[in-house]
C-alpha cells in the first residue's frame, strides 16, 4: 500500500484590514495551499504575500477560484452560462499565476471554492465548464476535487490529472457528499474526532458517512480548513498522527 498523502489548506483569505485564518502557522503543517483569488476572499496584496510565504515553507500553489461573492465568502449558489464561468476561472487562475511567477514560482493546481465547487460536485455540465477552463489554461494543472464527485468525473474526461479530497473536519451523506454545513455535526471541531474521522476512512478505504456507510475510492489529499474553529491545532494533531502511522506527507506535485 502506498502511503503517501497530501495535506491541503484554503488559504489567502484575508482582506485589506481584515484577518481570516493563521496562514503562516498552517504553512508549516500543510503540504499544499489553495489560494484566494480576489471574488470570495483575498486581494492582490495578500495573494502576493501568501504565495510568497507559501513558497518560502515548501508548499505547492494552488488556485482557489470561487463566485464573485465577497459578502457571502463564496458560499451562495449562482447561475451561469458556461462561457461566462469559463472566464471567471480563467481570469481568476490568471492572476494568482501571475503572482506566483512574479515570486519565481508557478502554480501546479486548482481547487473551486465554496457553491461553485459543491455544485459542480453535483452537476455535470458545471463541472465540465469547470475543467474544460483549467485545461484552456495548462493542460498539466492538477485539478483537486472530491473524491465521487461529477467535478473528479469531469476532470478524468478532459484528461486532466486529477487528485481526489477528502475533508477532514466535515461529515458526509450516504451518497458521499458533505452534510450541509447548518446540519448537526457538520463540522467536526473536535481535534481526536477529526483524526478518527481521517483514519477510519484511509483504513476503511473510502468515504465513511455518519450513519457508518462506507463508499470505496482512492484518497490523494485531506483538507483541513483554514477558517474553521481550532484549524492549526488539528492540522499539527492529524499530521502527527498520520506520520505515527508511516504516512508520508507529500505536496500535490510529488504524488505518484
Sequence with gaps: MNKTINL??????????????????????????????????????VMRHTVRTALAAGVSLGAHPAYPDLQGFGRRPMKMAPAELEAMIIYQVGALAGMAAAEGGRITHVKPH??????????????????????????????????????????????????????????????????????PGAVIHDHDELVTHVLRMLEAGGVVSQSGKVLPTSMDSICVHGDTLGAVESARHLRTELEARGWTIAPLPQLS
Design 8 to 45: 491541503n489548506a484554503d488559504l489567502g483569505e484575508s482582506f485589506g484590514p481584515w484577518t481570516m485564518g493563521e496562514d503562516e502557522a498552517l504553512l508549516q503543517v500543510v503540504r499544499s495551499a489553495n489560494i484566494a483569488c480576489g471574488f470570495h476572499a483575498g486581494d492582490p496584496v
Design 114 to 183: 465554496g457553491a461553485l465547487n459543491n455544485q459542480a460536485c453535483e452537476d455535470a455540465a458545471l463541472a465540465d465548464a469547470v475543467a474544460r477552463a483549467v485545461k484552456a489554461i495548462d493542460p498539466g494543472l492538477i485539478l483537486l476535487a472530491p473524491v465521487l464527485s461529477e467535478l473528479h468525473a469531469a476532470g478524468a474526461r478532459a484528461g486532466l490529472r486529477v487528485a481526489g479530497e477528502v475533508f477532514a473536519d466535515r461529515a458526509y451523506t450516504d451518497k458521499g457528499t458533505l452534510v450541509p454545513r447548518g446540519q
